[in-house]
């Protein structure tokens, strides 16, 4: 679990939020490369799974997870074309997250994910389900073609604190009680697992050693918590609305997000009750279909500064984050990665 502590000054440059386009400009032909293997590997010869396929691919993200394993790769010393089985470790962290966000759409019956309607909204939930397992079927696939029991070792673990992070989530959304340790630990498994596995490819690829890994893996786990805190501060619009999602998502299902928690740690026993009444109701009334204004809610938040506590927060995991990679050998790919830390606390999207 990633330790908590009070947020410090951000030590990194303050020159406003890192364009990711120049953050990956050094590994261009990787990501080509990453994404014409993307397009084969995704494709079965059967036409339902290659039409769903295809719509994935025209609403592919941004591919934060696989670009992580291929810079940690160059961060660890590899030269010339990058090696198949980077390549590969690459294409197992985005299809273990694609399955990963399609089955999450489908509990939480959301009909957007990348500003587009969601595969379970154009096909319907039992063909986005399917879907999610074959995806899961082909990352398992490319585990097993890296010969690595580390790789199944890190794999394994990471999908048991996905799973577990997830069920948290769901107990604690019925309670409205998550408090700020549980919340980091929450958000550890949930979000931060994955991207740390996404960096530990990186050199495990390569079949480099601890030397190299246990760096990876302390970054990737603050970068991810960075991540997550960021996607909370912009479901509340501290940001571009143009997310890829609606506004208060995540409030009107009634998630606890650490800006939520940390206004609820300072109002009274009677406001907190309110609070938690309004969540309850706009959770069931989302199921519905209705919705009603929480405006109260967030205005409360930026009473009680949870915005701004949460923005320092973020940049303080990002500054951790970059410290983690003093460990490695100083690089251009080293330099890029902390810059990408930097952008996972503060980006706008």
């Known amino acids: 679990m990633t330790e908590v502590r009070t ?22 032909d990787d990501l080509k490369a990453f994404q014409r293997q993307f397009k084969k590997v995704i ?22 997870r696989p670009t992580l394993t291929i810079l940690s790769a160059r961060a660890c ?21 694609t399955a990963t966000l399609v089955h999450d759409d489908v509990v939480d019956r959301a009909d957007e994910r990348r500003g587009r309607p969601s595969l379970n909204l154009v096909f319907n939930n039992k063909v986005a389900v399917l879907f999610g397992d074959f995806m899961l079927a082909r990352s398992l696939q490319g585990m097993l073609a ?14 048991i604190r996905l799973a577990e992070g997830e069920l948290v989530e769901a107990i604690r959304q019925r309670k409205l009680d998550l408090d700020k340790t549980d919340y980091f630990r929450m958000v550890g498994d949930k979000t931060a697992s994955l991207i740390s596995a996404a960096c530990q490819m990186g050199p495990l690829s390569l079949g480099l050693g601890d030397e190299y890994r246990q760096p990876l893996a302390q970054y990737g786990e603050l970068v991810g918590v960075a991540f997550q805190i960021r996607d909370d501060l912009l479901d509340l619009g501290d940001g571009s609305k143009e997310l890829g999602k609606p506004i208060g998502l995540d409030l009107g299902q009634a998630k606890l997000t ?92």
């Open 146 to 159: 890296q010969r690595s029991l580390d790789v199944l070792d890190l794999f394994s673990d990471c999908s």
């Open 258 to 349: 650490l800006p939520l928690i940390h206004t609820l740690e300072q109002v009274s026993d009677g406001e907190k009750r309110h609070v938690q009444r309004l969540l309850r109701k706009s959770k069931k009334l989302g199921k519905k279909g209705k919705k009603i204004d929480l405006t109260e809610v967030i205005d409360l938040i930026h009473q009680h500064k949870g915005i701004e506590y949460a923005r320092e927060v973020a940049l303080d995991y990002a500054n951790r984050a970059c410290e983690a990679l003093d460990e490695l050998p100083p690089s251009t790919y080293r330099e890029q990665l902390c810059r990408f830390a930097r952008f996972a606390a503060e980006r706008n999207r």
């Open 7 to 28: 947020p410090t000054r951000p030590v990194l440059p303050a020159n406003g939020p890192e364009r990711l386009k120049e953050i990956l400009s050094p590994v261009q």
């Open 43 to 64: 494709r079965s010869g059967i036409w339902i799974v290659d039409e769903v396929a295809s719509y994935l691919v025209r609403s592919k993200g941004k591919g934060l």
């Open 77 to 97: 010393g590899v030269e010339g074309p990058l090696p198949e089985r980077t390549l590969i470790a690459a294409l197992v962290v985005e299809m273990l997250h």
